[in-house]
């Protein structure tokens, strides 16, 4: 088992996000991720780089594997895509991985274009991923369909194939990826939820390593842990189709007002007790990841990354 920062340009500025993840690297963190949004999911979250930029000087300052979850197919041109996972692919060798989603509105919105229906998107991520492969093996593509190609090619390529991973929550999500994915992604659920999702992806035929983001909220006191994953995190708790729909940070943030700690804890691991957070890590991997990918909730990494890089990594690899 590998484990990973997870670095949430939501919520934190991106020059201070290249200073956490170069600091994660020197705490002992194996490899890292990030999210690619335009908008944060609360206006108190406050922040959102662009990915591709920062990915590009965190390749180049740390010897980190590094990833991104990106959606391909309406505010990214599917052959930019392939431009962009070739380009970082071609400067670092075997150091990314690309997870391809089928986007968010609160992302996606801002083309002004009609935002589909889930099954829609679904499709249109599929045949997004057939044209990123097809030019990143070299081809030349043209495409009609829920998205149209007109003789793209990709001319610099990567000598070594990143790796196209399926991001999925749910256990249909997972058995649908596993036809074109090459690994999951999935985030902290119930014990027996995350046993279904891999079990699924597996089953449908799977392959590669799986991952897992895993949100939690630790400081010295649970009191102060408490009110971290609150004011950050109490906005991320919506599921589908909420999550997936809601258009602004102005509009979670109305919602996230009749939010209470008890719904936070459903999706955030909280605790003042490392050795819990030990232990809960040690338990989900345990289903069947190969990679553990923390992310804490707070905007101030330097106290956790120092935290767990002295007293979780070195018991949890032990």
Same mark, same amino acid.
């Given at each position: 088992m590998r484990i990973g920062f997870h670095a949430s340009h939501e919520q934190i500025a991106p020059s201070r996000l290249l200073a956490d993840v170069q600091h994660a690297e020197r705490a002992g963190f194996?490899? =890292?991720?990030?999210?690619?949004?335009?908008?944060?999911?609360?206006?108190?979250?406050?922040h959102s780089g662009y990915t591709w930029s920062w990915l590009g000087a965190a390749l &180049?300052?740390?010897?980190?594997?590094?990833?991104?979850?990106?959606?391909?197919?309406?505010?990214?041109?599917?052959?930019?895509?392939?431009?962009?996972?070739?380009?970082?692919?071609?400067?670092?060798?075997?150091?990314?991985?690309?997870?391809?989603?089928?986007?968010?509105?609160?992302?996606?919105?801002?083309?002004?274009d009609r935002w589909p229906p889930k099954e829609e998107r679904t499709r249109r991520l599929e045949e997004c991923v057939d044209v990123i492969r097809r030019l990143l093996a070299g081809e030349e593509v043209t495409h009609q369909g829920l998205v149209t190609?007109?003789?793209?090619?990709?001319?610099?390529?990567?000598?070594?194939?990143?790796?196209?991973?399926g991001p999925a929550v749910s256990v249909a999500s997972a058995a649908r990826v596993a036809a074109w994915a090459d690994g999951l992604v999935t985030i902290n659920q119930p014990v027996e939820v995350l046993r279904d999702v891999v079990?699924?992806?597996?089953? =449908?035929?799977?392959r590669g390593p799986l991952a897992l983001q895993l949100h939690l909220s630790w400081a010295p006191t649970s009191e102060e842990a408490e009110a971290i =994953?609150?004011?950050?995190?109490?906005?991320?708790?919506f599921t589908e189709p909420v999550n997936w729909d809601t258009e602004t940070a102005d509009a979670f943030d109305v919602m996230g007002e009749h939010v209470g700690i008890e719904s936070v804890r459903a999706a955030?691991?909280?605790?003042?007790?490392?050795?819990?957070?030990?232990?809960?890590? &040690?338990?989900?991997a345990a289903v069947g990841f190969d990679d553990v990918y923390l992310h804490f909730v707070g905007q101030e990494q330097e106290r956790f990354i120092d935290a767990f890089g002295e007293?979780?990594?070195?018991t949890l690899r032990g």
């Open positions: 194996d490899m =890292a991720m990030c999210s690619d949004h335009i908008s944060p999911w609360s206006t108190r979250q406050g &180049a300052t740390t010897d980190l594997e590094l990833g991104c979850v990106s959606a391909p197919g309406v505010r990214y041109h599917p052959a930019v895509v392939a431009q962009k996972i070739a380009t970082l692919g071609e400067m670092f060798p075997g150091r990314f991985w690309t997870a391809l989603g089928s986007g968010e509105a609160s992302n996606e919105h801002i083309t002004g190609v007109d003789r793209a090619r990709v001319w610099d390529l990567p000598t070594t194939q990143p790796r196209l991973v079990a699924a992806y597996r089953d =449908a035929g799977g =994953a609150l004011d950050q995190w109490r906005t991320n708790v955030v691991e909280i605790s003042e007790d490392l050795g819990r957070h030990r232990d809960r890590i &040690a338990e989900l007293q979780v990594l070195p």
